[in-house]
């Protein structure tokens, strides 16, 4: 074992309790993971994206001779794959983390730029790997052969606290479109329908269904082509501002409606 594995091994030691704090705070185990097939584009571009931002990190040390190695938690930590890996097959998350902390504490130690691309490439090999795990795991899913996975995610339950949480998905949807992931933004704007706005559809429509039928629109074609024609970020949030401010309409209806219903009672 060199010194880097294992300096490696004694940090992932000392720093598992605060990896699995990091995960839980900032990636959320959310119901993509209980429908993975639906997902795979999603999580084969963020692998992607995760090899290119690592990338990144190392190109930088190796031309300056210095890099913030912190980035390269905060990038694993943003993506959803990260989750998925997690709950379906945890050797594999580990030797990711392992190969994050490989390259980090190159970097750290101040080695020379070759023994940290050559951590690279270990990192890049395991985000592959688990890919191909998650695709497996997905084909398993479909056949019933894996147990659902309980996720961590608060759901909102009431209106009013549905709009909010669509709201803030939808600020999500800009910043990964902004991070040139449109199929995870694309993704992120198909479930928050299908797992948020249609849950309060029927409530609405009794009390402003001119206003469903506009968000239907946005969230099934107003948004979604403002993704796939590669517009401007500026035009992808003006779409979002837009039904931002007719989702607080639909809020202060809810909010009414309920406030009478309780006065009723």
Known sequence: MNKISKKVVVLLAVFSATISMKSNANGEISEHV????????????????????FSGVVDEYSKKGKADSDQLIEFWEEVDFHSAIETQYVPVYATIWQGIYGVKVAIDNGEKAAVVEAELLKLKQALWQGLGAVKLAAQYQQKGLVPKVMTTEQEPTTGPEVIDDIKKKLHRVVA????????????????TYLQ????????????DAELVEDLEKDFNVTLPQAI??????????????TMQVKLDKARSLLVKAEESRKSVF
């Open 34 to 53: 209980n429908n993975l097939s639906a997902h795979l584009t999603e999580y084969a571009e963020e692998v992607t994206w995760l090899s290119d931002k």
């Open 176 to 191: 990964k479109y902004a991070e040139k992931l449109t199929e995870v933004a694309t993704t992120l704007v198909h479930d």
């Open 196 to 207: 948020r706005f249609e849950g309060i559809e029927g409530a609405l429509i009794e009390l």
């Open 228 to 241: 796939s024609k590669n517009t401007s970020v500026d035009n992808v949030r003006a779409v979002v501002e």
